[in-house]
């Protein structure tokens, strides 16, 4: 349910016409439902599953690929030419996940393979991260995105008010999801 609401809160950034990434990740996938109440999309992805998802949409998307090598640890194609696919092209948002989140840092992940996120994060207007609140439990050693380089967090409410503080601070704006959509 989270998940869900997350992916709804996030949808309500978008627009008919948006150019959009959307990262690997299941809570990135959470926004695809919601994809199909607007039109003219152009959606750049590094993972199959969301691609596959996007094809098979009545109203679809025009679909983007990242191409690269496939990394079986993260599910999503990475690399050079995953990067420079994505630096040859302009977004409106990336829609980022997060393996783990430190408040003072940003987001981190487990894999030292942070560039391409970085280059999605350089090719869109804004950036927004969406995490359960229970990746604050998860720091992890690699530092992905720092918060100057996000414009939003999207997460439950089960965010401590202390973080919200903390990270809003950082200047990102705190979305938060609840699943009755209030």
Not at 86 to 92: L, Q, R
Request: net charge negative; with cysteine; proline share 4%.
């Amino acid at each position: 349910r989270q998940k869900a609401a997350i992916g709804h809160c996030a949808a309500s950034l978008l627009h008919n016409n948006a150019r959009i990434i959307i990262d690997s990740g299941s809570t990135t996938a959470s926004i695809l439902p919601h994809l199909i109440d607007f039109s003219r999309l152009v959606v750049m992805t590094n993972s199959l599953n969301v691609a596959n998802y996007l094809t098979q949409q009545d109203n679809e998307p025009t679909v983007l690929m990242t191409g690269g090598t496939w990394d079986p640890q993260s599910q999503s194609f990475q690399g050079h030419m995953a990067e420079k696919v994505t630096h040859a092209y302009s977004f409106d948002y990336a829609f980022i996940g997060a393996s783990g989140i430190d408040v003072a840092r940003g987001t981190t992940t487990f894999n030292e393979l942070t560039g391409l996120t970085e280059t999605m994060a350089k090719a869109a207007r804004e950036v927004a991260v969406v995490a359960e609140s229970s990746k604050f439990d998860h720091r992890m050693p690699n530092l992905e995105l720092p918060w100057q380089s996000i414009t939003y967090l999207i997460t439950d409410s089960e965010i401590a008010p202390s973080v919200k503080q903390a990270i809003s601070e950082q200047g990102v704006k705190v979305m938060i999801a609840t699943p009755n959509g209030e």
